[in-house]
């Protein structure tokens, strides 16, 4: 019997900046580690003390980006992701915040802070695929990604944003 999912939550941090331009929030974890120098949204395991998955993603946003939890007005609870290669369920929730004056990465767990233009992520050449090896997988794959500048966002993080890019554009919910 396989191994239960572990439990995670994210937020996914949305913004308005001077111009008025619609951004996400995102990181790029720090080096080492399963998931480490890849781009994802501030989050991680549940706690024992985490009261809801919600907790977890404050909490978690809290200590990786200094993210407070006051400037935090949850906008849906997205679907439930689960990883395709770590064994992780992960509760998306999309979130339009205040951004503070300055982030505050935990350099052990965020190796930088990313705000990324909404319309940056809708063009044409931002989507792309690679091919991708796992140990568990029997063969490479090829993997669809989005072009972060020099980086790409792929996997969950990937699969969360892609069908929310639209919709915030959109204006489905007030940034």
Do not use: C, N
């Amino acid at each position: 019997m396989p191994d239960a999912p572990r439990q995670a939550a994210v937020l996914v941090p949305v913004f308005r900046d001077a111009a008025g331009d619609p951004r996400v929030v995102l990181v790029r974890r720090a080096e080492g580690g399963v998931h480490g120098g890849q781009l994802a949204f501030p989050g991680g395991m549940r706690e024992p003390g985490d009261v809801s998955a919600l907790d977890a993603a404050l909490r978690e946003a809290h200590e990786e980006i200094g993210l407070e939890p006051a400037a935090v007005e949850v906008l849906a609870t997205l679907p439930i992701f689960e990883t395709l290669t770590t064994g992780y369920r992960i509760e998306p929730f999309l979130a339009r915040i205040a951004r503070p004056a300055a982030w505050r990465p935990a350099p052990a767990e965020v190796a930088e802070v990313l705000e990324v233009r909404l319309a940056d992520l809708a063009r044409p050449e931002a989507h792309g695929e690679t091919l991708k090896s796992f140990s568990d997988w029997p063969e490479p794959r090829r993997v669809p990604f989005l072009r972060v500048g020099p980086l790409e966002l792929w996997g969950a993080s990937y699969r969360i944003l892609l069908p929310l890019v639209p919709r915030l554009l959109a204006g489905e919910w007030e940034i």
